[in-house]
């Protein structure tokens, strides 16, 4: 899906005309990268929106209209306010599309693993994006991790995903990415089982005992008489 977002070039840096600039629905930004000049710039914040909500998420690779030149990037860096979380600026970098570059791509984990539930437990995902080289054209909009077939104690690992074609990573391939594991509930009442069940052959030990103990003393008694 193509991209497209109009700049707004010229603008005056410093605090107070960047929040003027948002108070108007502007996102202020700046655009570099590949050698070019960095260039100050402001987009529109719905349209802003729009682009990084299509299926590619923030790794949308993004046809910024700069001064009617046409720039292909994408978002590097969102800042967002401490308390609002709004998008208060936006770093572009600008990408050439024969050139591989690293983008976060999301894992997603799909399927109902149901031996891990069978035996009470609970699959962890560790990481939630794995690092990517791609060119722009071949950035997976995701990776989907299957667990369906997952039982207690099994991970999967970097080494367990299967690429798209013109994509790699570096990342170690025994990087545990999803783990199956019993949940601290079911291993406190394994516990109180297993202490049930010895308090119970205790009992009953102590009352073999106390019957041959009183055997014994039957026996005894009708000796002596």
């Known amino acids: 899906m193509d991209v497209t977002l109009t700049a707004n070039v010229g603008r005056t840096t410093g605090s107070r005309p960047s929040n003027r600039l948002r108070d108007e ?64 600026h936006v770093d572009f970098i600008r990408v050439d599309p024969n050139a591989e570059i690293l983008v976060e791509v999301p894992l997603v984990l799909e399927g109902e693993a149901k031996q891990v539930l069978a035996e ?12 990517v080289y791609a060119k722009p054209s071949a950035i997976p909009n995701e990776l989907v991790i299957d667990v369906s077939e997952m039982a207690v104690g099994d991970t999967i690992t970097v080494a367990d995903l299967t690429l798209p074609s013109g994509a790699r990573t570096e990342a170690e391939p025994d990087e545990v990415l999803v783990t199956a594991s019993v949940t601290r509930a079911a291993l406190e009442e394994e516990g109180e089982e297993a202490a049930e069940g010895e308090e119970g052959a205790e009992g009953e030990a102590a009352e073999g005992g106390d019957a041959e103990d009183a055997g014994g003393e039957a026996a005894e008694a009708s000796d002596e008489s």
């Open 120 to 131: 009470q437990g609970v699959v962890d995902q560790v990481h939630y994006t794995l690092s």
């Open 25 to 88: 629905g502007q996102i202020p930004g700046v655009l570099y990268g590949l050698g070019g000049d960095a260039i100050t710039l402001a987009v529109d914040r719905r349209e802003l929106r729009q682009a990084l909500t299509t299926d590619a998420g923030l790794n949308a690779i993004i046809t910024l209209d700069v001064d009617g030149s046409d720039e292909l990037c994408i978002v590097r860096e969102l800042q967002r306010h401490p308390i609002r979380n709004d998008v208060v």
